[in-house]
């Protein structure tokens, strides 16, 4: 949700660009871990893991989106390149692990 994201960016000093992204200081070396707990579990991502660096630009790898339905997280590329992913549609559930390196 574009709020909570708007929050989470203003937390870590990401600033707004005109389409839409946040971007960070590439040499902000003080940049917090960001933890998603799902389901009673942990899953964090380290700033090397959440920002992208990009045309001499570093951005910061969460983007709001407001869908019709109600709020929704959609844990993308980020999340997944750390934790492994699992998607079983017959049993409407999702697994993660840590991925192997």
């Not at 902000?28 to 942990?42: A, K, M, N, Q």
């Not at 934790?83 to 993660?96: A, C, L, N, R, S």
Request: proline share 4%; hydrophobic share 40%.
């Amino acid at each position: 949700p574009k709020d909570l994201i708007t929050k989470l960016a203003e937390n870590v000093g990401a600033k707004a660009n005109i389409v839409g992204e946040y971007t960070v200081n590439c040499d902000d070396e003080s940049l917090p871990d960001i933890t998603f707990t799902i389901d009673g579990v942990d899953y964090t991502l380290s700033a090397k893991e959440y920002v992208i660096e990009s045309g001499g630009m570093c951005l910061f790898a969460f983007m709001g989106l407001d869908i019709p339905s109600g709020p929704a997280w959609i844990l993308g590329d980020v999340f997944m390149r750390k934790y492994y992913t699992v998607f079983d549609y017959k049993q409407e559930k999702v697994g993660f692990a840590l991925a192997a390196k």
